[in-house]
């Protein structure tokens, strides 16, 4: 098992910076692929960013790809997922989650990820 934990969500005005963390634990030796995916309410869960655990290389979605950014900080089994330029549209609730096999080519499909943290709420206001 793997256990993850969000955190850094919270109420942003449009414009703002925002760094949200996943923290991993249990048996990391699972984890292939980390992702972030969010949902906003009403709406289907989106794929953001995905990294791979032991390489670092790191993917977007097209929406995101100039905005946000993913990064693992090694010695804390933590991965980063760094937003500048907030908008309302990024409103949503943001979730990792953990690939264990390393097929990147379905970073995109949340049923691929077998691990998942509980959330944690962005709210974009002016």
């Known amino acids: 098992q793997v256990q993850l934990v969000e955190s850094g969500g919270r109420p942003a005005q449009i414009g703002d910076p925002l760094r949200l963390s996943c923290a991993a634990s249990?048996?990391?030796?699972?984890?292939?692929?980390l992702g972030w995916f969010r949902q906003a309410p009403g709406k289907e869960r989106e794929f953001v960013a995905a990294i791979t655990w032991n390489e670092g290389t790191t993917f977007y979605s097209e929406t995101t790809k100039h905005r946000f950014s993913v990064s693992r900080v090694n010695a804390r089994y933590r991965v980063d997922l760094h937003i500048l330029n907030l908008r309302p549209e990024d409103t949503a609730v943001y979730y990792c989650?953990?690939?264990?096999?390393?097929?990147?080519?379905?970073?995109?499909?949340?049923?691929?990820?077998?691990?998942w943290g509980q959330g944690t709420q962005v709210t974009v206001s002016a």
């Open positions: 249990g048996r990391i030796a699972d984890i292939a692929i």
């Open positions: 989650a953990v690939m264990s096999k390393q097929r990147a080519q379905l970073r995109a499909d949340p049923g691929e990820y077998r691990y």
